[in-house]
């Protein structure tokens, strides 16, 4: 089965598009760009919708979707929208911002036809894209019911990037941990230069006093 749809789309519009079957996964899927448009501006999400899964990537108002069949996981559909959006900003740049509804879809959807079967069938795909794959989802993907979410109208969104704000709250201590130890050192340091500064003064005064005049004139004879 693999991947069976294929859509991008700025906003609302939809810009190209390819279905590999026979379904409603159009319909449903501009459902999801509705409500995608309230969520966080660049995302990964996952939607469950019967027996079939909606993938949707968000990047610079861009989002591109794919519908994959239950059992065909997340890292590959991930990596097939990584390199569709990487494929259709390099073809289109800038005409992407102002492109009417369907613009692109005679051409595009040739191409999006030809990487879903290769995504799909291509027993390669998967240790080729695993690594790409993981560092898609690590920003975020969620599961739930798209059913409930469309009967409700609740707002699905996800993930706000707890790790990149703890390690860069890390990187901020241990700057401002090792600043505080080099401050710490250098007020020891001078510190201690005073002191061996003061007990040699005093050592001399006591030996000038002994010695009867500040030559130590007695004590060198």
């Known amino acids: 089965m ?21 379904t409603n996964a159009s319909a449903i899927a501009r459902q ?19 027996r079939y899964i909606f993938h949707v990537k968000r990047t610079d108002g861009l989002t591109v979707l794919c519908m994959t069949d239950n059992a065909f996981g997340r890292r590959i559909p991930f990596a097939f929208l990584e390199d569709i959006h990487q494929k259709f900003v390099k073809t289109y740049g800038r005409a992407i911002l ?3 509804a369907y613009a692109m879809n005679e051409e595009f959807s040739r191409i999006l036809s030809q990487e879903m079967d290769h995504y ?17 989802q690590v920003r975020s993907v969620m599961i739930d019911n798209i059913e409930k979410v469309l009967d409700r109208g609740d707002r699905l969104a996800l993930l706000v990037e707890k790790t990149t704000t703890l390690q860069g709250g890390a990187v901020r201590f ?34 000038a006093f002994l010695c009867h005049g500040p030559l130590l004139a007695s004590c060198l004879k």
């Not at 693999?2 to 026979?22: D, K």
């Not at 966080?40 to 999400?45: G, K, M, V």
Request: charged share 20%; proline share 3%.
């Open 2 to 22: 693999g991947i069976l749809y294929g859509m991008l789309a700025r906003g609302n519009v939809v810009l190209a598009e390819f279905s590999a079957t026979p």
């Open 32 to 50: 999801i760009l509705e409500r995608a448009q309230q969520g966080i501006e660049d995302s990964n999400a996952s939607y469950s919708h019967d």
């Open 98 to 100: 102002s492109a009417p």
């Open 120 to 136: 799909s069938n291509d027993p390669n795909t998967d240790r080729l894209n695993r690594l790409k794959g993981e560092m898609s």
């Open 174 to 207: 241990k700057r401002h941990s090792h600043r505080f130890k080099n401050t710490l050192w250098w007020r020891n340091a001078k510190l201690t230069c005073s002191l061996v500064f003061v007990l040699l003064i005093i050592i001399y005064v006591v030996l």
